[in-house]
T-cell receptor, first 115, second 113 residues
Framework: GAGVSQSPRYKVAKRGQDVALRCDPISGHVSLFWYQQALGQGPEFLTYFQNEAQLDKSGLPSDRFFAERPEGSVSTLKIQRTQQEDSAVYLC?????????????FGDGTRLSIL | GNSVTQMEGPVTLSEEAFLTINCTYTATGYPSLFWYVQYPGEGLQLLLKATKADDKGSNKGFEATYRKETTSFHLEKGSVQVSDSAVYFCALTGGTSYGKLTFGQGTILTVHP
């Protein structure tokens, strides 16, 4: 497809379960970002990949959060032992190359609800 | 650290009214500034951007000017339409070379016929 694709669109899990969220960026895009958006708030940065290298994970809230992009394209965000405060929309964005002026293209997000 | 503050919402206007959504920022160095929009049921889309002081970004009748002296990037439109109803986010990149975005909390705009 032409845009950033995220799956699943909705995920419901019980507290304590592990979840995996997938992001397919635009083909050829070097930069990939994950953001977390709580209800009624703006997105907050989680982590950044340049190709397969995770260059910044300063926004990951705890060691329960793990992200990878092993081949420099598809990325997965994994949350272990989920807790209720993990409920949020998780957004993936990609840009053609690194740079502070580069527009980021966002997916529709995965809405995660922890019961 | 970097931060973005948007005016409190929600904002409700009649069609053809003038729109201003205020945005101020705190950042080290020289950030680039953005407005993103989220239409109902859709993902975030870039609306406009400005990369240096006094630049004006514009798109779809919306404008915003990068004001370094007041650290502001207010969004304006002369005549809003019902189809402009959405959530608007002010954002900046700065402090990293790769473009990590810092967002404001968003402003909900509703335009009535």
């Amino acid at each position: 497809g032409a845009g950033v694709s995220q799956s699943p669109r909705y995920k419901v899990a019980k507290r304590g379960q592990d979840v995996a969220l997938r992001c397919d960026p635009i083909s050829g895009h070097v930069s990939l970002f994950w953001y977390q958006q709580a209800l009624g708030q703006g997105p907050e940065f989680l982590t950044y990949f340049q190709n397969e290298a995770q260059l910044d994970k300063s926004g990951l809230p705890s060691d329960r959060f793990f992200a990878e992009r092993p081949e420099g394209s598809v990325s997965t965000l994994k949350i272990q032992r989920t807790q209720q405060e993990d409920s949020a929309v998780y957004l993936c964005a990609s840009s053609l190359r690194p740079g502070r002026n580069q527009p980021q293209h966002f997916g529709d997000g995965t809405r995660l609800s922890i019961l | 650290g970097n931060s973005v503050t948007q005016m409190e919402g929600p904002v409700t206007l009649s069609e053809e009214a003038f729109l201003t959504i205020n945005c101020t920022y705190t950042a080290t160095g020289y950030p680039s500034l953005f407005w993103y929009v989220q239409y109902p049921g859709e993902g975030l889309q870039l609306l406009l951007k400005a990369t240096k002081a006094d630049d004006k970004g514009s798109n779809k009748g919306f404008e915003a000017t990068y004001r370094k002296e007041t650290t502001s990037f207010h969004l304006e439109k002369g005549s809003v339409q019902v189809s402009d109803s959405a959530v608007y986010f002010c954002a900046l990149t700065g402090g990293t070379s790769y473009g990590k975005l810092t967002f404001g909390q968003g402003t909900i705009l509703t335009v009535h016929p």
